[in-house]
């Protein structure tokens, strides 16, 4: 069964950084695309970022190109969110899901990071 | 960048109708690249459909997607109690973007 587990939100200052871990199981986590997705409370899903299976690309929505890394541990079958500079627009619960057939097949239930002075 | 846009904001049927979800895009999009989530409160969202019309895994067959070009739909053929939730569409690829939602409630 493919397991996902968010960790590492939390309540951050605007400028400040976290970093979003995403600890997966049940799949062969190197062959797989992984994504970040993110809510903001009350409102509809938004993208944020993918990574290839083999951690080499990376994209991302241009609302936190240059301030948000995403990348991987193929050996610990982790996945990370390095956010910086974070804003109040940044607050939203962040979701990690698995590429599956280009689509996003499994989720986690996510961590909330809450962006406030 | 495309932007996917739902209608209706809302739709209010009666459990057992038919629900019919839409989906367009600023621009033409491969099929292959379309997807619909269900969305509860308080929980994550699920994969419904991929490819425009694939039904994803342990999902019933009262759920269906059609569509191509710009214009998508999901169809729900006789609504269950479970069935009312927000709906997403999706466009992925290198990049993703999501619709807006519809939700669908209770009459």
């Known amino acids: 069964e493919v397991q996902l587990v968010e960790s590492g939100g939390g309540l951050e200052q605007p400028g400040g950084s976290l970093r979003l871990s995403c600890a997966a199981s049940g799949f062969p986590f190197s062959s797989y695309a992984m994504n970040w997705v993110r809510q903001a409370p009350g409102k509809g899903l938004e993208w944020v970022s993918t990574?290839?299976?083999?951690?080499?690309?990376?994209y991302y929505a241009d609302s936190v190109k240059g301030r948000f890394t995403i990348s991987r541990d193929n050996s610990k079958d982790t996945l990370y969110l390095q956010m910086n500079s974070l804003r109040a627009g940044d607050t939203a619960l962040y979701y990690c899901?698995?590429?599956?057939?280009?689509?996003?097949?499994?989720w986690g239930q996510g961590t909330l990071v809450t962006v406030s002075s | 960048e495309i932007v996917l846009t739902q209608s209706p904001g809302t739709l209010s049927l009666s459990p057992g109708e038919r629900a019919t979800l839409s989906c367009r895009a600023s621009q033409s999009v491969s099929s292959i690249y379309l997807a619909w989530y269900q969305q509860k409160p308080g929980q994550a969202p699920r994969r419904l459909i991929y490819?425009?019309?694939s039904r994803a895994t342990g999902i019933p067959d009262r759920f269906s997607g059609s569509g191509s070009g710009t214009d998508f739909t999901l169809t729900i053929s006789r609504l269950e109690p479970e069935d009312f939730a927000v709906y997403y569409c999706?466009?992925?690829?290198?990049?993703?973007?999501f619709g807006q939602g519809t939700k669908v409630e209770i009459k």
């Open positions: 899901a698995k590429g599956g057939s280009g689509s996003y097949d499994s």
């Open positions: 999706q466009h992925y690829g290198s990049s993703s973007t």
């Open positions: 490819g425009a019309s």
């Open positions: 990574v290839s299976g083999s951690g080499v690309n990376t």
